[in-house]
């Protein structure tokens, strides 16, 4: 179980980085897909977004690559896998294909959940359905 | 060839954002060791066990109430989604159906994974970039006008 601190970091954490995704532009499909949109006009400025956060980053996971153990004395949790593959591959490809059609990727369709925006609920919801059946097609696979 | 849009290019909010980004990712793995991807966040809460469901949730409202907080106290930046419906919820299958297969997205992969240098990540990101380019090229560019 979650300590009360940890409970706390997290949403401290999700509060910032919806900050984050809101003041970089990242929360605006239209900016996205500005980005996006190299043979048109392009907005360079997400290419600033990912090196600001990537600059912090290279830090950070440097740091907790080294240790064993958080600051609040927890087990690290870091993904292990090596592996790649098909899945990783096409499934990309795929949410890149979604990325691309309405500017959304999840992290700034639930801030602009949060804004009240009805176009990114229904954004949620699908993506949630996506979810809920790659879930489906997992399980059936695993029993086959 | 390139021509970049000056007019709508935001260097300093955009450096900023990252910047805030990039912490949070930092505060999350250096305290909880827990890396801030938003589709395996999320993904976790549908389907993972109960007792790993707490941080994710909060870690969710965080993100849900940032825009009500930065709404009270400065000014909620713009959100335009020109998409129509049909588009926005077929965006939304593909983008819940790819991140959970290819397990990552934008935040998983592209800022903490490359922040990881790990080159699964830097594989699921050139993949989705590209996909992400040819899908709006082929929208503006092929289909639409």
């Known amino acids: 179980m979650d300590t009360k601190k940890e409970t706390f970091v997290s949403f401290i954490v999700g509060l910032v980085f919806g900050f984050g995704l809101l003041l970089s532009g990242m929360a605006n499909p239209e900016k996205v897909l500005g980005f996006l949109d190299l043979a048109g006009d392009w907005d360079p400025s997400l290419a600033l977004v990912m090196a600001g956060a990537i600059a912090i980053g290279l830090v950070a996971f440097t740091i907790a690559g080294k240790r064993s153990y958080t600051l609040l004395g927890k087990e690290m949790n870091l993904p292990s896998g090596q592996h790649i593959d098909r899945r990783l591959v096409v499934g990309s490809l795929t949410f890149g294909a979604g990325w691309g059609l309405a500017g959304f990727c999840p992290g700034p369709a639930l801030v602009a959940v949060g804004a009240g925006e009805i176009k990114a609920i229904v954004f949620v919801v699908a993506m949630i359905a996506g979810m809920t059946i790659f879930e489906f097609i997992e399980r059936a696979r695993n029993r086959a | ?145």
């Open chain 2, 1 to 145: 060839m390139i021509t970049v849009d000056w007019q709508a290019f935001t260097p300093w909010s955009a450096l900023t954002g990252g910047v805030l980004i990039g912490l949070a990712a930092a505060g999350l793995v250096l305290l909880n060791g827990r890396i801030a991807g938003i589709s395996g966040i999320l993904g976790g809460v549908l389907t993972g066990p109960r007792s790993d469901r707490t941080w994710r949730i909060a870690f969710l409202v965080g993100m849900l109430v940032a825009p009500l907080i930065s709404w009270a106290l400065f000014s909620l930046p713009a959100i335009e989604i020109n998409a129509g419906i049909p588009m926005i919820i077929v965006a939304g299958l593909l983008v819940g159906l790819g991140t959970r297969y290819g397990s990552g997205c934008t935040s998983g992969h592209g800022v903490c994974g490359l922040s990881r240098v790990s080159p699964r990540s830097l594989v699921a990101t050139i993949a989705f970039m590209t996909a992400g380019f040819v899908t709006v090229y082929l929208l503006r560019h092929v289909l639409g006008g």
